[in-house]
């Protein structure tokens, strides 16, 4: 079509499972821990929905602030940390500015990239799916990218780069940094009390994985105010909806409902991990709420989606490889199960 840009060529729809399943653990969605007894949930709101919700979203920032331990000045919440992605890339990113990451990553770095006319370079992982912050570095001083994306721990391979070799990296540039700690909660060393120590330092966090409310779409940047100030002019105004906001902040007070569950997810996860190796099966460390593995399994995914089970596949040069969500232990249980029953 003659109207379309030339960037958006090649792009496809993105598509999500639509099978039929029993359970569900192919996109890392945490639990709903916090809303199960709806009495919890005061409908006045509904009385306001006639109302644009508060456009900078004061009364939610002031809460996720004393969740993070960030003042509030520092964070733009939206639509989702997806949503955060694209907002930074508008802001920041001119045709033909280079995206740095490392590679197998998350997909949308790649597509956002896409949209905004940016070349996106990947630098690939080792054999084992660590990451090497060196080989990263020199990358970056041989192309000079606009935006370096951290996706740390690394989806979809559960990878945690340390709190120091992302210091080294902050120390070492002047490109922007992006870090995505959408699964920092099941791991340790959050950057995001840094924000305010480096010019150049984004953090993204969402209430998708650990928070278990990947519904409601919530999600934010945490930067310092310069940034913050840049982003604000190229947001769109009132993006975060007031039921969003209002659910937000009800779960923000619910913190130790958060830990709790995810000390649950932490020692569920290595559970999974032992009965997978039991399986034969080459599964990475993760300190995520998902494990990454490799099988030699004949049609795998498809023997367990047609048991019901939905787990991601990956094709390409990751054919072989899979990422399973922690789920349950009703629903881990039948996954292990299901993947005995395949290799028969
Ligand atoms: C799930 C995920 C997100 C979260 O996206 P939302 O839009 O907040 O649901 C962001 N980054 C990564 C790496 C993810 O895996």
Known sequence: MDWVRADINGLKVYKESSSPYRIKLDANEGENILFMDISDIDLQILYDINRYPDSNADMLRHEISKYIGVNKDNIIAGNGSNAMIELVMKTFIESGDKVLSFVPTF?????????????????????????????????????????????????????????????????????????????????????????????????????????????????????????????????????????????????????????????KVKSDREVLYIKLKQQGIRVYPSSSNFLFFHSDIKDLYKKLKEDGVLIRKFSGELEGYYRVTVGDRYENEEFIKSLKGAVI
Request: proline share 3%; with cysteine; net charge negative.
């Open 107 to 263: 997909g949308m770095y790649n597509i956002f990239s896409k949209i905004y006319n940016a070349e996106f370079i990947g630098v690939k992982s080792d054999e084992d799916f660590s990451l090497n912050m060196n080989s990263l570095i020199e990358k970056m001083e041989e192309i000079k990218p606009k935006l370096i994306m951290i996706c740390n721990p690394n989806n979809p391979t559960g990878y945690l780069i340390p709190r120091a070799e992302i210091i080294k990296l902050l120390e070492d540039t002047d490109s922007l940094v992006i870090v995505d700690e959408a699964y920092i909660e099941f791991a340790e060393g959050s950057i995001v009390g840094e924000v305010e120590n480096y010019k150049n330092l984004i953090v993204l966090r969402t209430f998708s994985k650990a928070i278990g409310l990947a519904g409601i779409r919530l999600g934010y940047m945490v930067s310092n105010i310069e940034i913050v100030n840049w982003v604000n002019k190229v947001k769109s105004p009132y993006n975060t909806n007031s039921l969003t906001q209002a659910l937000g902040i009800i779960a923000m007070k619910k913190k130790d409902r958060i830990s709790e569950y995810v000390q």
